[in-house]
């Protein structure tokens, strides 16, 4: 098993869900994707399928409408996963959390491993944030690092 | 008992080699987009995280299709070690290929159904290509044994059999799932069509479509191999060649459409092989 929990560490597949973000975190999030910082390297890649994901990186904070969809997304991803939470209205529903229409945080609906703050979100900040919570992972299965 | 050995370590083997080989790819074309790129070794981390998702199943029958799509695999790589019929070998892809789009079809999801078709139309195109690759060595070397074409003093396939040589590459970028033809489903690109005949497959399942790519990389690479085999290292090296060709050809060209690459496959593919055969037949006078 020890070859698993290490490739668990060295191979975390995004993906990433805009839930209702104003879209300066998801440009952050793809610019983590970009030659500048080319998340590749620790062979984080970007899919589009929560079957194949391993981590959901969510940014926005949640409204009554997307909250039925990252409940379903988050049940199509095969554990082990993890759920990073990116920017400020994801973390707790910043600017919008008493909007009418506005749950708050994701963490309202499903569980959250990392909270990554900022608006928006530096790319630097979300690579620690995915680092963060490899090493939560890592704690959680006795691998040493 | 030779014939055992030699098996079993080719089945050992080429997913190591295949595995490799991906990960040289994720490597160049990282360099090619400017970009670092993962380590050499990063497809076999990705293949051992899969294994160990849990497993999550949309239908029972899928699981059937991509044992048999590994299993026809791996017995189409064993034909080219134990340098078998070559005629048999094609068939048999054929069956793979059919596996693994009968995989796709047995979920109710719109999106692998769409790359199941897609992947249908791609066996459509490279098929009749490999089919009359087969003809052509029949067509120079009076068999359709590979041994006949490794034996010692056999000459070259390359200098008669070029056009057929140039429809193989085509072929070759279909099996690798390289751009321009990378439709059924792709390596990189990941948003459209969401993943296409892989959408369903997850965990364990689709690390076992990994090691299928594999083995399916190492064999296509053998296939391009054969047109060289007397001495083996040159055909070898221009397999290599053809690999990082494909890379470069996945690195500039875009995406076409399904309709453009059955035309363009029947149209260049198929016409340079049956002119090629026709000569060996009509001028040199067949085998």
Redesign the interface.
Same mark, same amino acid.
């Given at each position: *098993?020890g070859?698993? +929990?290490? =490739?668990?560490i @060295? =191979?975390p597949?995004i993906m990433h869900f805009d839930n209702s973000s104003c879209n300066g975190c998801d440009i952050e999030v793809l610019a983590c994707l970009t !030659?500048l910082y /080319?998340v590749?390297?620790? #062979?984080i890649? +970007? *899919? #589009? +399928?929560p @079957?194949?994901a /391993?981590v959901l990186v969510v940014t926005g904070p949640v409204n009554r409408r997307t909250a039925r969809v990252l409940k379903n997304l988050y049940a199509?991803i !095969? /554990? !082990?996963k993890m759920v990073i939470a990116v920017g400020t209205c994801a973390c707790s529903g910043g600017v919008f959390h008493n909007c009418y229409n506005i749950l708050g945080g994701v963490d309202k609906v499903i569980p959250v491993d990392v909270y990554v703050p900022g608006c928006a979100v530096k790319p630097e900040a979300i690579i620690d944030g995915v680092v963060l919570a490899l090493q939560k992972l890592s704690k959680a299965l006795g691998v040493a690092k | 008992m030779n014939q055992w050995w030699i098996a079993i370590i080719a089945i050992i083997v080429a997913p190591i080699i295949g595995g490799f080989l991906a990960g040289i790819d994720r490597k160049i074309t990282a360099r090619l987009q400017g970009r670092y790129g993962p380590p050499i070794v990063q497809p076999f981390y990705d293949f051992f995280k899969l294994l160990g998702k849990s497993r999550i199943a949309t239908s029972r029958m899928q699981f059937v299709w991509i044992y048999g799509y590994l299993v026809f695999m791996i017995t189409c790589v064993v034909f080219l070690v134990l340098k078998l019929d070559l005629l048999l070998l094609i068939f048999l892809l054929g069956f793979a290929g059919i596996s693994f789009v009968l995989g796709g079809f047995s979920s109710k999801s719109p999106y692998s159904h769409f790359g199941a078709n897609r992947e249908l139309m791609q066996i459509l195109s490279y098929e009749p290509v490999l089919l009359l690759m087969a003809l052509g060595v029949y067509a120079q070397n009076g068999s359709f044994m590979i041994s006949e074409i490794v034996k010692p003093g056999a000459a070259p396939l390359l200098p008669s059999l070029w056009p057929i040589f140039i429809a193989v590459l085509l072929v070759l970028t279909i099996k690798l799932r390289k751009s321009p033809f990378d439709l059924s489903t792709s390596h990189h690109g990941h948003q459209e069509l969401v993943k296409g005949i892989m959408t369903e497959f997850s965990g364990p399942y689709y690390a076992l479509i990994t090691l299928t790519e594999w083995y399916e990389i190492v064999l296509v690479l053998g296939l391009v191999a054969l047109f060289w085999a007397n001495p083996l290292w040159v055909g070898i090296i221009i397999a290599l060649a053809a690999f990082v060709l494909e890379l470069i050809i996945d690195n500039i060209a875009a995406r076409m459409t399904v309709g453009w690459m059955v035309k363009f496959t029947w149209a260049v593919g198929l016409v340079l092989c049956v002119l090629n055969i026709a000569y060996l037949y009509l001028i040199k006078g067949g085998a």
């Open positions: *098993m070859i698993i +929990n290490t =490739s668990r @060295k =191979s597949w !030659p /080319d590749e390297r620790f #062979g890649v +970007n *899919m #589009g +399928n @079957k194949h /391993d199509q !095969p /554990d !082990p | -």
